[in-house]
């Protein structure tokens, strides 16, 4: 009898779910349901969604847990919100993201007002 092997190199999972949040002293600023982001290219360990639109424009996922046990993430926005409604500096302002199971908060590590544009 023949021996099978399986030549599968990776399983890709199902797009995950998706919220992005920012919130500072005086509570939520801003919140996004992107709902599922699909993987980006064939390694299984990168999400990305992107859009053209005003408001939340890209979030980069990749999966890092196998060598640093943690996740590389990337947010960028455009006109989400106005500077009175984040009136705290980048230090008092905290990004909060849920993706599928996994949940992270972090400070903001830039603020530019529209009138720095």
Known sequence: MGEHRSHE???RRPGQPLVVRLEDSDGLIVQRYVGPVLPKGASGKKWQFKSKLDGLQKVDIIDKRVSL???QVKVKAKRWFTSEQA?????????VLRFGTQCWS???TLKIDDEEL
């Not at 009136?87 to 990004?95: P, Q, S």
Request: hydrophobic letters at 40%; proline letters at 0%; aromatic letters at 6%.
């Open 87 to 95: 009136d705290d500096d980048a230090e008092g302002t905290i990004l």
């Open 106 to 108: 972090h400070e903001a």
């Open 9 to 11: 190199r990776h399983v």
């Open 69 to 71: 046990g943690a996740f």
